[in-house]
Every structure is written in C-alpha cells, then in structure tokens.
C-alpha cells in the first residue's frame, strides 16, 4: 500500500512539474530589460566566447541586462534565462528572438 501512494505521488510530482514548464515558455523573473525567447539550445558563458555555465532550453525567455559587439564582430547579450534567473551570463544575439 504504501509503495502505491509514493508511486503515485511521485507521478504527479512529474506531471506537475511538466505542465508548469509547458505554461510559461518566456518568463525570466522581475529584474528590469527586455526579454527575447532562446530559438534553439543555447550555452550560457561566463564572458563572450568564454566557458560555458550552462544550457538553456529552445523557446524559453532570456531577459537582457546588456549587450556587447556589434558591426564586425559578434553580438552578445548579457542577462540570465528562465531556467537560472539568480545565474547571469552572456548568450549569442543570433540566438535570441524578438
């Protein structure tokens, strides 16, 4: 019996969890700048072209504090993603959209 309610507890658990990701695609906290939303998987580094501190999901929100480059070098955006909003870095531009 009791293995029947933790299993049970633990599926909705999941489902739950699922289900709040699937609700809010583009949500990156309360910090004040824009937000774009990640077109495919991207890294979040610690500085433009440095190591990388995590991946972010395709779809989810991006809140940009800064950028960085333009013209003949490459754009970067600084902030954080839905998924880590208390860890900043930097992402490409290209793979943010508006």
Same mark, same amino acid.
């Given at each position: 019996?009791?293995?029947?309610? #933790?299993?049970?507890?633990?599926?909705?658990?999941?489902?739950?969890? /699922?289900?709040?990701? &699937?609700?809010?695609?583009?949500?990156? %906290?309360? %910090?004040? +700048?824009?937000?774009?939303?990640?077109? !495919? &998987?991207?890294?979040?580094?610690? !500085? $433009?072209? *440095?190591?990388?501190?995590?991946?972010?999901? $395709?779809?989810? +929100?991006?809140? #940009?504090? %800064?950028? =960085? +480059? /333009? %013209?003949?070098?490459?754009?970067? =955006? =600084? +902030?954080? *993603? &839905?998924?880590?909003? *208390? !860890?900043? /870095?930097?992402? $490409? &531009?290209?793979?943010?959209?508006?």
């Amino acid at each position: 019996m009791k293995r029947n309610v #933790v299993r049970v507890l633990a599926v909705m658990a999941v489902v739950a969890a /699922g289900s709040a990701v &699937a609700a809010a695609p583009a949500a990156a %906290s309360d %910090s004040p +700048g824009d937000i774009c939303v990640t077109n !495919q &998987a991207t890294w979040l580094r610690d !500085q $433009p072209w *440095g190591n990388v501190l995590r991946t972010l999901s $395709p779809g989810r +929100g991006f809140r #940009v504090h %800064s950028m =960085y +480059g /333009g %013209s003949d070098i490459q754009t970067w =955006y =600084y +902030g954080h *993603g &839905a998924e880590a909003p *208390g !860890q900043d /870095g930097w992402i $490409p &531009a290209a793979n943010c959209n508006w």
